[in-house]
């Protein structure tokens, strides 16, 4: 246990450095979801204007609501992005040969990989978690069951992110060719995971696969809790769903980690870049 | 103490789409070594002979198609983690550090994920950054770092966790001669205190100097194996031996004609730049002092006497067939 918790301030250390490296940090931090917020906002106002939206979508007749719609959508989706960039840098490593080098420890690969991705969390996502609740507080668009759902809309956000980033890295980090996973997880998680628009307007098939991305129903949990009041009991399904989901995504960590070492010592390319 | 045993590794052929997988390659090829504690031995062989696969065999980064390779006992396979806890590896070049850390933090990072108890970790860290020089630069950003420094503390990286055995994969490349020489005495005084160490390299000297017992591979396969100066006497190079005289006598010039036909060496006969005769003898023996008593009892006067014995390179070329080595 201690040995793990150690390699979790060592990937502390190192994502604090790789991620800190630059004033231009907090650009990306707090300046660039607020861009994309307003971008989101902007290009969703001109629609949800016509009254046909609004019968359908009743929350778009209050602008301050929608606000923080789109607000608790790109928080969440902040969290999981940055773990998408997170899984994609820790593919450099095998260019930088420090791959090589954190293989060569005896450090367990679950515990490299989790604390790579929750330093990474941590790292990027704390400035606008913070800056978000404050704005949503003091905007009186919180809307609480009571002050405990804080603690389980940011267990619900958190737990099943680490779990999504354990699961790139253990991806990206025996592919070479990863680049494609980046893309593929930009504008399509936007729109599969109901950031921008909600659930009930995309089609059936889209809200399929989004079920299979667990910020979809992470963003469901966190909407629920801090904008519609809902308590524990009315989003239990919801949490059970993303616990499952989570523990799927763990033990398949797991499995790509134990099959991926296998590989890459047989065929040799944790040196290959 | 490191063992293997006809260890073979074949890297499988690429996949491509719609083809069938092309063929393997085999990189290690039956390969029986050991590596003792407290000694240095050397792996060497030309380029693709197969030393980095195995060092990285030994290392658990890869795993062996077929044969074993224990530690101290624990096979490579099944007890990778118990072996990675005793072992750690160098390797030449700038790689295998971070470039936003510092120096120390580098060094701490990887302390933490050898496990290092916490109160030995920072005065390791301090005896390392002192062994290779890199105090002064301790708390500046590997990015800002020289390649030489960048490669020493690569070197301080492979020791943090006090390894049992430590495998150089050409530790010395691109370090400046004083920074090379230094790591050679470290190495050394590694073995002295019992660690076990494996050493590739492309400067020969390196090896004739620290390793006590040597195995070459070519194409994967063990040729030989010895100390250095047995692998280089194994072979019957020529010994050159190159005599200036002072004056042209042709009793002299017969006494070494004679010496050279009864011991089968090769003799050329010329003059210098000045004029003066010159002799150059080349025979498996070392014949500089047969030719220079044959000189002097004919009544010659020796100038110059110049021997040079065949080095392990030329043994290592005259093992891997190059034919400007053997002659």
């Known amino acids: 246990m201690m040995a793990t918790l150690r390699v979790f301030a060592a990937e502390s250390l190192k994502q604090h450095r790789r991620i800190f490296g630059s004033k231009l940090v907090l650009f990306s931090m707090l300046l660039w979801p607020?861009?994309?917020?307003?971008?989101?906002?902007?290009?969703?106002?001109?629609?949800?204007?016509?009254?046909?939206?609004?019968?359908?979508?009743?929350?778009?007749?209050?602008?301050?609501?929608?606000?923080?719609?789109?607000?608790?959508?790109?928080?969440?989706?902040?969290?999981?992005?940055?773990?998408?960039?997170?899984?994609?840098?820790?593919?450099?490593?095998?260019?930088?040969?420090?791959?090589?080098?954190?293989?060569?420890?005896?450090?367990?690969?679950?515990?490299?990989?989790l604390a790579n991705g929750s330093a990474a969390l941590v790292q990027n996502a704390w400035l606008f978690g913070c800056f978000a609740v404050a704005a949503a507080s003091a905007s009186g668009t919180l809307h609480l069951a009571h002050p405990g759902m804080l603690v389980i809309a940011a267990l619900a956000l958190l737990v099943p992110a680490v779990a999504w980033g354990a699961f790139l890295n253990s991806l990206l980090m025996f592919s070479r060719d990863s680049a494609f996973l980046y893309t593929l997880l930009d504008d399509p998680l936007w729109f599969v995971a109901g950031v921008r628009l909600p659930l009930f307007a995309l089609p059936v098939w889209v809200k399929a696969i989004g079920l299979a991305f667990p910020l979809t129903t992470s963003l469901v949990v966190l909407r629920g809790a801090l904008l519609d009041g809902r308590d524990a009991g009315d989003l239990a399904g919801h949490l059970a769903f993303l616990a499952a989901l989570s523990a799927a995504l763990l033990c398949l960590t797991a499995l790509l980690l134990r099959v991926g070492e296998r590989h890459a010592q047989r065929t040799g390319s944790l040196q290959l870049f | 103490m490191i063992v293997t045993h006809e260890l073979r590794k074949e890297f499988p052929g690429q996949q491509k789409l719609f083809r069938p997988r092309g063929p393997g390659t085999l990189a290690v090829d039956g390969l029986s070594l050991s590596i003792p504690p407290g000694a240095v031995t050397g792996l060497l062989g030309l380029n693709g002979a197969g030393k980095t696969t195995a060092i990285k065999v030994l290392a658990t980064l890869l795993r062996p198609t077929s044969g074993s390779v224990t530690v101290d006992g624990l096979d490579v396979v099944g007890n990778a983690r118990a072996i990675r806890r005793r072992i750690n590896l160098i390797a030449g070049g700038e790689r295998m550090v971070y470039a936003r850390l510092t120096?120390?933090?580098?060094?701490?990072?990887?302390?933490?994920?050898?496990?290092?108890?916490?109160?030995?970790?920072?005065?390791?860290?301090?005896?390392?950054?002192?062994?290779?020089?890199?105090?002064?630069?301790?708390?500046?950003?590997?990015?800002?770092?020289?390649?030489?420094?960048?490669?020493?503390?690569?070197?301080?990286?492979?020791?943090?966790?006090?390894?049992?055995?430590?495998?150089?994969?050409?530790?010395?490349?691109?370090?400046?001669?004083?920074?090379?020489?230094?790591?050679?005495?470290?190495?050394?005084?590694?073995?002295?205190?019992?660690?076990?160490?494996?050493?590739?390299?492309?400067?020969?000297?390196?090896?004739?100097?620290?390793?006590?017992?040597?195995?070459?591979?070519?194409?994967?396969?063990?040729?030989?194996?010895?100390?250095?100066?047995?692998?280089?006497?194994?072979?019957?190079?020529?010994?050159?031996?190159?005599?200036?005289?002072?004056?042209?006598?042709?009793?002299?010039?017969?006494?070494?004609?004679?010496?050279?036909?009864?011991?089968?060496?090769?003799?050329?006969?010329?003059?210098?730049?000045?004029?003066?005769?010159?002799?150059?003898?080349?025979?498996?023996?070392?014949?500089?002092?047969?030719?220079?008593?044959?000189?002097?009892?004919?009544?010659?006067?020796?100038?110059?006497?110049?021997?040079?014995?065949?080095?392990?390179?030329?043994?290592?070329?005259?093992?891997?067939?190059?034919?400007?080595?053997?002659?």
């Open chain 1, 34 to 113: 607020l861009l994309t917020l307003a971008t989101a906002y902007y290009t969703v106002l001109p629609v949800v204007e016509s009254p046909e939206a609004v019968r359908r979508w009743p929350l778009v007749a209050e602008p301050g609501r929608l606000l923080a719609f789109l607000a608790a959508g790109a928080l969440a989706y902040t969290f999981f992005f940055s773990l998408v960039q997170s899984a994609w840098h820790f593919s450099f490593e095998r260019v930088s040969g420090t791959l090589e080098a954190m293989f060569l420890t005896p450090a367990s690969r679950m515990a490299l990989v």
């Open chain 2, 103 to 327: 120096g120390r933090e580098n060094l701490w990072y990887f302390g933490q994920l050898y496990d290092v108890p916490r109160a030995a970790l920072r005065t390791r860290i301090d005896e390392l950054l002192d062994l290779v020089g890199l105090v002064a630069a301790a708390d500046t950003v590997v990015e800002r770092y020289s390649r030489g420094m960048r490669q020493r503390l690569s070197i301080a990286r492979g020791l943090i966790n006090k390894p049992a055995y430590l495998l150089l994969d050409e530790p010395t490349l691109g370090l400046d001669a004083p920074i090379a020489r230094d790591l050679r005495a470290v190495v050394a005084n590694l073995a002295r205190d019992g660690v076990g160490v494996l050493l590739t390299s492309h400067y020969l000297a390196e090896v004739e100097q620290l390793c006590g017992h040597v195995y070459v591979i070519d194409h994967g396969r063990l040729v030989a194996e010895g100390s250095p100066t047995a692998l280089t006497a194994g072979t019957r190079l020529p010994h050159t031996v190159e005599l200036t005289l002072s004056e042209t006598a042709p009793a002299v010039s017969a006494a070494v004609e004679t010496l050279a036909a009864r011991a089968g060496a090769d003799l050329t006969a010329d003059a210098d730049a000045e004029g003066r005769p010159r002799f150059v003898l080349r025979s498996p023996d070392d014949l500089a002092g047969e030719v220079a008593t044959a000189v002097v009892r004919a009544g010659g006067a020796i100038l110059r006497l110049e021997v040079t014995p065949p080095t392990l390179e030329d043994a290592i070329l005259a093992m891997a067939g190059d034919p400007v080595a053997a002659r």
